[in-house]
């Protein structure tokens, strides 16, 4: 007789973006193998709020303070232990009835909620690539440290890891990377100059938040894909290669010594990878869309313009350069994002401050914590005082 599996109690940081929302999809569909122990969200209390009436997880965390009590209100009949602040973010995910926490966060906030789960020896589904581009050398010794695994919800690094399955013992000798190339493939540097944030936000193949979208349209996502993927699976810059490929089929290739690639193909559907991750290592059975080859009948692929989309250049010297680099790349970067989408500044304008940040922010060859906490708030405020 086959014994059962408990149910795996998952804390997602984050359940009111998009892989939040995705990510509560896929554990409705699997009831059997999955239960929501709990849920975080910044500012959105009424979806929040709707989640965790659907969910009944044994806690939530509002990260805007002035939202508690409407959140405590709400769920107090369900006896849902209701938290706010940042550092109840930080400090819930330590708790003893959570198996795994999957950090859906946008950005540098899921820097320390991160360390904290891996401190407290909670296996890491991982969606927040901001957490492995500003300390990935930090994040990578301590998980190693502690012995906690880190599945990538990435698609392109989901398709890595999906590669390397079962390939542990083989050298790599190439990871490839694949890019949509975004809404604005084929455009020259001339007509990026006149691009709106309506026109940025229109992805052609995904349906993501808007700073990740606004970052797949300037290939920066593809730059913080590359550092993410030197620390995930310890791979140096130099065997990292990018391609375009428009059609978002093959999310991502691995090449061996002997010559031989394999690839990951599959409909766009972030729920895929983000079961692959949570389920880990079964592959439990869905109903969503399967790709058919007869639909797609040409698949291309082409290399990337690095010099009109200058971003995908930059994450790589960053990577090259390392230390506090990275941390640098993204801090400036997300300034950059945050007043493109405000209107404050243009497309092309984001390289401009992302690249002059890198040169004005000091070196740090070997960044502790601490570093890397001062690194992100000096680069701030120089972005924002080259916007002003």
Same mark, same amino acid.
């Given at each position: ?74 769920? %107090?009949? #369900?006896?849902? +232990?209701?938290? =706010? ?11 003893? *009835? @959570? $198996? ?91 007509? %990026?100059? #006149?691009?709106? +944030?309506?026109? =940025? ?11 990740? *979208? @606004? $970052? ?173």
């Amino acid at each position: 007789m086959t014994q059962e599996r408990p149910k795996k109690r998952v804390a997602i940081l984050g359940s009111t973006g998009s892989i939040g929302v995705q990510s509560l999809d896929v554990i409705k569909r699997h009831p059997e193998a999955f239960e929501v122990e709990v849920l975080t969200a910044q500012n959105n209390a009424d979806l929040l709020i709707r989640q965790a009436l659907e969910f009944i997880p044994n806690a939530v965390v509002i990260g805007n303070e002035t939202l508690y009590q409407q959140v405590a209100d709400a769920l %107090l009949p #369900k006896d849902i +232990k209701v938290f =706010a602040g940042l550092d109840a973010l930080s400090q819930i995910v330590q708790m003893d *009835t @959570i $198996d795994m926490v999957l950090t859906a966060l946008v950005g540098y906030s899921g820097l320390k909620p991160t360390m904290n789960a891996i401190a407290a020896g909670k296996p890491i589904a991982l969606a927040n690539k901001e957490t492995m581009v500003v300390a990935g050398e930090l994040i990578t010794k301590m998980a190693q440290e502690r012995a906690v695994n880190i599945f990538p919800i990435d698609s392109e690094h989901s398709a890595i890891f999906q590669c390397i399955v079962g390939e542990f013992h083989n050298p790599i000798e190439k990871i490839i990377l694949t890019a949509s190339g975004g809404p604005f493939r084929g455009k020259t540097r001339s007509e %990026l100059l #006149k691009v709106t +944030k309506e026109m =940025a936000l229109k992805h052609p193949n995904w349906d993501m938040g808007a700073k990740i *979208t @606004i $970052d797949s349209a300037s290939l920066m996502n593809k730059g913080l894909e590359v550092i993410e993927a030197r620390w995930l699976f310890g791979i140096p810059a130099d065997k990292i290669d990018v391609v375009v490929h428009p059609q978002s089929i093959v999310h991502s290739m691995v090449q061996f010594e002997d010559g031989s690639i394999k690839a990951q193909l599959g409909l766009p559907d972030m729920r895929i990878p983000i079961q692959f991750a949570l389920a880990y290592p079964e592959r439990l059975k869905s109903d969503f869309p399967r790709f058919n080859f007869a639909e797609y009948p040409s698949l291309t692929f082409e290399k990337p313009d690095l010099e009109t989309f200058r971003n995908l250049q930059l994450s790589f010297d960053a990577l090259k350069e390392g230390g506090n680099k990275p941390c640098v790349l993204n801090a400036a970067n997300e300034v950059a994002v945050e007043y493109f989408l405000k209107d404050k500044i243009g497309f092309m304008e984001m390289s401009d401050i992302v690249e002059k940040c890198l040169v004005k922010i000091p070196y740090i060859s070997s960044p502790d914590y601490q570093d890397y906490v001062d690194t992100d708030t000096e680069t701030r405020n120089i972005a924002l005082d080259l916007i002003a």
